[in-house]
């Protein structure tokens, strides 16, 4: 696979996909992430990537000439164009594992108030929102969201089962409760259950609790 973050601030990005689980994936060439400066397609000579928005308002937008000239170079035949943006349709697990298995992916990170609308309109497949609150920089949602992605890729987690249990795979209940050692930490105990043995008794009781936490933490997934 291979993504290509299209951004101001290229190093916003790539910090967070340069250790750990992501930077092994890159290594053992599961993924190829490039973090590009969308300056770098500008032909002015204040390298000028904004401007005041049509028809009066308050902030400024992204200009299309440079994310058009952007894109068309990075494009390939099977390429998806994805927009970070507060407007966009929320990122959720079962989105990070469709994109999993793409050959292609550009991430198009909003700044300011936003994109010229015929960028969305003309190169744009998908917009996602991370979630409903607004961030300085879509470069960060743009690393939330590869990072996401990468780590479904096979061979990325060193242990496939961990995806198994975690939440959101099923996308209507959270994990249960987890304890490691000491058994007994300052009087609080680990689950006398959890060290029994009995895995299928564990496993209803993961269940259980399972289903505890998320009517407490998360009712709206039982709806
Ligand atoms: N850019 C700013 N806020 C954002 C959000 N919540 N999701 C995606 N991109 C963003």
Known sequence: MRIDILTLFPEIALAPLSESIIKRA???DLVEIHAHNLRDWTTDKHRKTDDYLC???QGMLLKPDPIFAAIEELRSDNCQVILMTPQGKQFKQAIAQQ?????HLIILCGHYEGVDHRVIEQLVDIELSIGDYVLTNGAIAAAVVTDAIVRLIPGALGDQRSHQEESFTDPNMLEAPAYTKPNTFRDMKV???LLSGNHKKIDA???EKALER????????LQ
């Open 191 to 193: 689950p006398d259950l």
């Open 99 to 103: 994109l999993s298995t793409a050959p």
């Open 26 to 28: 890159r290594e053992k």
């Open 205 to 207: 009781w993961k269940k």
């Open 214 to 221: 998320t009517r407490q933490n998360r009712p709206d997934l």
């Open 55 to 57: 028809g009066g308002g």
